[in-house]
C-alpha cells in the first residue's frame, strides 16, 4: 500500500511522492533518491522502495523538480537542488512522525544522498545503488548539448521520449559540485551496491566511494544487473539486502517477527511490481 503525498521543494514548487507503507510491524523508514531524470515509478525506486516497505521500512519516494507528478521545470534544478530537496524529504518525513533512519539513493540519487545526509534529520544511515563518485558523470547524457547550453544559456534536450531544457546554471553547478570531503566526512555507515557490469557507471565509482569513506562501510556486488536494475529479480534483491543491512540502524529492527511456520526470510515482491 502506498499513500500520495506533496511537499515543498527547496525552491518553492511542490513534489509529488509516494511513501509506501509497510503492512505489518515497522522496523523503520527511510527516503529513495531517483536517478538522472528518471522518477519514483522507475525500476529501482519502484521495486526496491515496496521490497523495503514489505521487510517492514516504510519508504518515501518523490518525482525530482519538473519530473514525473511533480511541479516545476526540470531544467531550473541542479544537483544542489536534488541534495537540497532531500533535505527537504527528510524534514516531510520527521514532521509527519516518521523521521527517516536511512537514506537510499540510485545513480545521480545516490551521489545526492551523500552529499545530503549529514544535514537531513535524523538520518543514521546511507546507502547509494549504481552511485558516481563525482556529479559530474552525468555529463556524458548531455554531452552532445552542453556546448549550446553554455554559449546561449539554455538548450532543448530530448531524453526518455521528453523534452527537457538544460540550463548553463545546471551545467555549471554539476561541474562544481565534488563529492570527496563529503564521502570522507561522513561519519555514517554506508553500504555500496553495484554491479560490475554497469556500462553506465562503471564499478570503478563504487571502489573509489568505498577507499573515500571511513568504517562502517560495506560493499555489495549486484552481477548480473543492468545500471537500471531492469534485469529480473535484481532491484527485489537489492531491496533485501538493504533491509538486511539496516537492523543495526532502525528505532525497531526487530519489529517485523516471522510468522509462526513461516521460513525466516524477507518475503520477495512480485516481478509485476
Known sequence: MAE???????????????VDLPD?????????????????DSPAASRICKQLALDG?????????GLGDSEGDW????????????????????????????????????????????????????????????????????????????SDGAAQWMVGGRTLTLKRAFVEDV????????????????LILHSPTDNTVGIENASEIFGLARHPRSFVSLEGSDHLLTVRGQAHRAGRIIGAWADAYLDNP????????RARFPRVLEEST
Open 4 to 18: 500520495r503525498v506533496t511537499f515543498a521543494s527547496s525552491t518553492g514548487p511542490r513534489l509529488a511522492g509516494l
Open 24 to 40: 505489518s510491524a515497522i522496523r523503520g523508514w527511510g527516503v529513495f533518491s531517483h536517478g538522472f531524470t528518471l522518477g519514483k
Open 57 to 65: 521500512i516504510g519508504m518515501l519516494r518523490f518525482d525530482a523538480l
Open 75 to 150: 531544467g531550473d534544478g541542479s544537483f544542489t537542488v536534488k541534495v537540497n530537496d532531500v533535505v527537504k524529504a527528510c524534514e516531510f518525513m520527521a514532521d509527519r512522525g516518521t523521521p527517516a533512519d536511512i537514506l537510499v539513493g540510485h545513480s545521480f540519487g545516490g551521489a545526492a544522498v551523500l552529499a545530503a545526509a549529514r544535514t537531513s534529520p535524523r538520518v543514521r544511515a546511507v546507502v547509494t545503488v549504481a552511485a558516481p563518485a563525482e556529479p559530474s558523470h552525468v555529463e556524458a547524457h548531455y554531452d552532445a548539448v552542453v556546448g549550446r547550453a553554455i
Open 175 to 190: 561541474r562544481a559540485a565534488h563529492l570527496h570531503d563529503k564521502i570522507k566526512g561522513l561519519g555514517l555507515p554506508l
Open 254 to 261: 526487530q519489529a517485523k517477527i516471522p510468522r509462526p511456520g
